[in-house]
């Protein structure tokens, strides 16, 4: 029997939401079964909220991108790639690409009606879900006051106190309009209250399109099949080292090569661009030792693991507070943002306060702050964190289960609503192991996964992030999703 849903609505906190769309949703059982969100079923969300989500409706539909296609077409000629982020062209799993239309907490719709339960959550800010009512109510208010000011405004003041209070290492914080804004501003701050000029890099760690961190640097340019970019000049990279995550003998072996001489490490504290790597024990205390007894600045790129793993980030987590800490995605709610801080002693070299410069024109800008303001409100309540790690988990021990039970070699893991995992026997502790995964695999199994209704990320060098919108429902669909694409690949 075939039918067509009506937009339907969602029940949050009690509230009936539309899901505005302009479009019916199509949905169908079988290969694959897709959700439409009706108010049917019920079932416990992130710290005991109550979610009713949609019963599944049926109809008999072939999965078809031919809407994506024609668009993907038409940006080829219009963007580099058609892209203006290149792992969104799908280049590393091949295919055509996905065209998104609109999201809504923890699903998202494409141009040609496609309903998916998304992992990718804009790559990680989406931790609360897609278009959060409250969030979007707050967003609303903050517009009609005006969309940017360039000039103070008390919402940086209130973000700026939630970070603090929230960061271990961060007494001062400089707010920016992206990830690698931050990682540049945290390496020229570094550099100036150091005076020294070589940085320490892990191999397989990204930190923005920056030219010093271009080496050896993971996601963004795996994706690609680039060793490093051209455009970068030697000079620029010249005084950048790097060695193997989780090496910290190699790290002991650079130090004492260049002793006093190198201004900070910076390392994701929890690999994410490598696909999902966590530390080994000791690791990260290793680092804290080792550059405390040099003289130089341990740095931790959070912009990934920041609110994310633990309310106060991977510092909080695993009980090691660095001398800097860069932010971004999750502070911002959905919205462009990025933010590096620290010690106060080290945060008053940046101007107008001390000599290093660094500006913005809309850095602090009243919508971001906002959306960053109320997503940590959000995280803030009870069970936020127990929620994710339960369901995360869950998430990939059943995809390891039913991937090692159709013969596949897999690995991987989860730090509460982080994961990743490998076509490879593992264990991977770094890029390099990494590597060995069966990338031509993850490709069939990605897109396997598209034609079922669930939207990972498109390389098999990226992590993939929970929300608190995710059901048990999205948990036991995508596991039976995975169960069919592992029989047929």
């Not at 000039?151 to 920016?176: G, Y």
């Not at 021990?397 to 026997?425: P, S, V």
């Not at 079922?452 to 929970?466: H, N, T």
Request: hydrophobic share 40%.
């Amino acid at each position: 029997m075939a039918a067509t849903v009506v937009p339907g609505t969602a029940c949050l906190d009690g509230q009936w939401v539309g899901l505005a769309r302009k479009t019916p949703i199509t949905t169908q059982i079988g290969l694959p079964a897709r959700f439409s969100r009706r108010p049917f079923h019920t079932a416990k969300s992130g710290g005991g909220r109550v979610v009713r989500m949609a019963a599944v409706s049926v109809e008999k539909k072939k999965y078809t991108t031919q809407k994506s296609q024609e668009i993907f077409t038409a940006a080829k000629e219009l963007m580099p790639g058609g892209v203006n982020s290149p792992v969104r062209a799908f280049n590393s799993v091949g295919g055509q690409p996905i065209v998104f239309d609109s999201v809504k907490g923890s699903h998202a719709w494409d141009v040609d009606g496609n309903e998916y339960v998304d992992y990718v959550g804009t790559w990680g800010p989406s931790i609360i879900g897609h278009a959060d009512d409250k969030v979007n109510a707050a967003l609303i208010e903050a517009l009609r006051k005006g969309t940017s000011f360039g000039a103070p405004c008390v919402a940086e003041n209130v973000l700026a106190e939630m970070v603090i209070k929230a960061v271990p290492s961060i007494e001062m914080v400089r707010f920016v309009n992206s990830g690698t804004e931050a990682c540049m501003g945290v390496l020229r701050l570094a550099r100036a209250f150091t005076g020294r000029e070589k940085l320490i890099k892990f191999e397989g760690c990204y930190h923005g399109h920056a030219d010093p961190f271009l080496v050896k640097a993971g996601s963004g340019v795996a994706t690609l099949g680039l060793p490093d970019s051209p455009g970068v000049p030697k000079a620029a990279t010249f005084e950048t080292l790097t060695a193997p995550f989780n090496d910290i003998n190699g790290v002991e072996k650079l130090f004492n090569e260049n002793k006093g001489e190198i201004a900070a490490v910076i390392l994701e504290p929890v690999v994410g661009n490598s696909g999902f790597i966590s530390p080994d024990k000791g690791f990260l205390q290793g680092l804290r030792e080792v550059t405390r007894a040099d003289g130089a600045l341990l740095v931790f790129d959070e912009v990934m693991t920041g609110f994310r793993i633990a309310y106060g980030g991977a510092q909080e987590y695993f009980g090691i507070t660095p001398d800097l800490t860069t932010l971004g995605k999750i502070i911002g709610g959905g919205l462009p943002v990025g933010a590096y801080g620290g010690r106060k002693e080290i945060m008053t070299m940046v101007a107008p306060a001390g000599p290093m410069y660094q500006a913005g024109t809309l850095s602090g800008n009243p919508l971001a702050m906002t959306a960053g303001i109320c997503t940590l409100q959000r995280l803030q309540q009870a069970g936020s964190y127990e929620y994710l790690d339960r369901i995360t988990g869950r998430l990939v021990q059943g995809i390891l289960e039913e991937g090692r039970n159709a013969g596949h070699e897999m690995c991987g893991g989860h730090i509460r609503g982080m994961f990743g995992f490998f076509f490879n026997a593992g264990p991977v502790l770094n890029f390099a192991d990494a590597k060995k995964s069966d990338a031509a695999k993850f490709a069939r199994f990605h897109r396997g996964m598209l034609e079922q209704g669930v939207y990972l990320a498109p390389s098999q060098f990226e992590a993939g992030f929970m929300s608190l919108a995710h059901t048990e429902q999205d948990i036991d669909f995508t596991i039976a999703a995975a169960k069919r694409v592992f029989e047929s690949i």
